[in-house]
């Protein structure tokens, strides 16, 4: 009975393994099948692929640390002319971030099956990235008084940014005199850290001002302070010298109940360091 149970444990331990590789199988599948129909949306529509580029743009700015709408700011809308990103740097000064891909071009050259199949996506990509190259380079950010001299253009896939660097970095040179710096991800990433960096620095510097300005400020209020209650002990001590002294009110108290006045009320108990004179 023992090895029944055992062999039937084991079967359906067998059943839900197959199970759960036919699962996996179905989902590798799915996402195969999820993954080309994204990849032929992006190749046909330019508004996708873009759109996605700006999507990937936004995961980079936050996985940087930046504070969101305080120092970067994502463009929404579809109005010409503007950039994806505002990225913002200390002392009022700022980066301006366009989301660029030759989609189509990367790809066809990825999947190329031979070299001259693959010179011609070459060609294509060179083609599309010096007109989005051009199209940055006119509308010159640069006109801003807060904005350095060049856009950093965004390519999402790295190895869509290493074809950059084909033909003896032609493409990039190319990028560099329109006063366009491309970047990747990675690339991007880093240099937002730095500029996060320069941010915290930033901050540390103001919360020292900040700091420094209010202990002004409680050192002012203090010995505004202190200037009062001098004023104070001043004025005490003009009252209490009048009750001290020849003729002092509180001995000519002291000689009317001699005399027989009364009171309904004692007078308090005067300090040691008050003497009275008579």
Known sequence: KRSEQNFKTESENFTKFDMNI????DAGNKISQDTNS????????????????????????????????EEYKIQSG??????????????????????????????????????????IHLKQFVDSTKAHINGLAKRDYSVEDSSPDY?????????????MFCDDCALWDYAWKNKVMPVSPSTLLAALKIINAFHVVDRQNKNILEM?????????????????????????????KKLNGTGNIINQISKLEKLGCTYSKELPQLPDEITLED
């Open 22 to 25: 036919k699962s996996f199988l």
């Open 151 to 163: 856009v950093l253009m965004f390519i999402p896939i790295e190895s869509c940014y290493s074809m």
């Open 78 to 119: 579809t109005a010409e002319g503007r950039p994806d990103a505002i990225v913002f740097l200390p002392e009022g000064r700022c980066v301006y971030i366009d989301s660029k891909t030759s989609f189509a071009s990367w790809d066809g050259f990825v999947n190329a099956q031979d070299d001259a199949e693959k010179q």
């Open 212 to 240: 420094a300005r209010l202990c002004t400020n409680v050192h002012d209020k203090f010995a505004a302070l202190l200037t009062e209650l001098l004023k104070i002990r001043d004025n005490l001590n003009t009252a209490l």
């Open 38 to 69: 994204l990849v032929r949306v992006m190749k046909a529509d330019n508004r996708s692929s873009g759109k996605w580029g700006e999507i990937v743009l936004e995961r980079v700015l936050e996985a940087s640390g930046l504070r969101k709408d």
